[in-house]
């Protein structure tokens, strides 16, 4: 079955602390992946994606993610942290083909930053 | 910006009960979904919705679920007879194409089985 999976359920970082969150997911086939982010008390929303191409992708606020084709990764990396990017981080697949869009997630990691 | 709105944010019904939850996504958007996260639980897939037709549903959608588009602007899920599991959070997304685009999502409802 397909699934994801993020190794790290709750980070706790200083601000200007260097991040990453590991996604891993099981698929046999081509897929499109995201981060979600969801700030406290708001809707889920996209930090970055990756189709095809540059497996280097980066997204708003400063955050970026490697896709490795051979270890089925899509770690996301941000060099300095803040306090405002406390929230919880979603990653996500979607298998290619015969695609209706369905997402799969991983279970989430909560990112707290301390000033 | 162009959002995903979903109402109610709340509801709380009892074990039994039918509950429509509604969402308004995206004017220009073709594509829909729900998703479900028990709490401290991953987002998990209930159904994708395009040309009037589910595309794909989970597991989880069994006969108890049915979504609708009744006119132009909302897209509904129903649940006829609620059971304390479907106590979650129900997020509605929307997307321009499948899977090629992001899909938007709404600010999600919280739905309280007693």
């Known amino acids: 079955a397909q699934s994801v999976s993020q190794h790290n359920h709750h980070v706790i970082l200083s601000e200007a602390a260097s991040l990453e969150l590991g996604c891993n997911y099981s698929?046999?086939?081509?897929?499109?992946l995201f981060w979600y982010v969801q700030y406290p008390g708001q809707h889920l929303q996209l930090l970055l994606k990756?189709?095809?191409?540059?497996?280097l992708v980066k997204g708003i606020k400063g955050f970026e993610a490697e896709f490795i084709k051979s270890k089925f990764s899509f770690n996301l990396r941000k060099p300095s942290v803040q306090w405002s990017d406390t929230a919880e981080y979603f990653c996500?697949?979607?298998?290619?083909?015969?695609?209706?869009?369905?997402?799969?997630f991983g279970q989430g990691t909560t990112l707290q930053v301390k000033p | 910006e162009p959002e995903v709105t979903q109402t109610p944010s709340h509801q709380v019904t009892q074990m039994g009960q039918e509950v429509i939850l509604r969402c308004v996504p995206i004017?220009?958007?073709?594509?829909f979904y729900w998703y479900r996260q028990i709490l401290g639980q991953k987002v998990e897939f209930l159904v994708s919705?395009?040309?009037?037709?589910?595309?794909?549903k989970s597991e989880i959608f069994d006969d108890q679920f049915s979504v609708e588009r009744p006119d132009g602007s909302n897209f509904t899920l129903k649940i006829r007879s609620t059971k304390l599991e479907d106590s979650a959070m129900y997020f509605c997304?929307?997307?321009?194409?499948?899977?090629?685009?992001?899909?938007?999502f709404g600010q999600g409802t919280r739905l309280t089985v007693v």
């Open positions: 919705f395009y040309n009037n037709e589910i595309s794909e």
């Open positions: 990756y189709f095809s191409g540059d497996p």
């Open positions: 997304a929307s997307s321009e194409i499948s899977g090629a685009t992001e899909a938007f």
């Open positions: 698929y046999g086939g081509t897929v499109n």
């Open positions: 996500a697949v979607t298998p290619r083909p015969g695609n209706t869009g369905k997402l799969i």
């Open positions: 004017s220009n958007h073709l594509y």
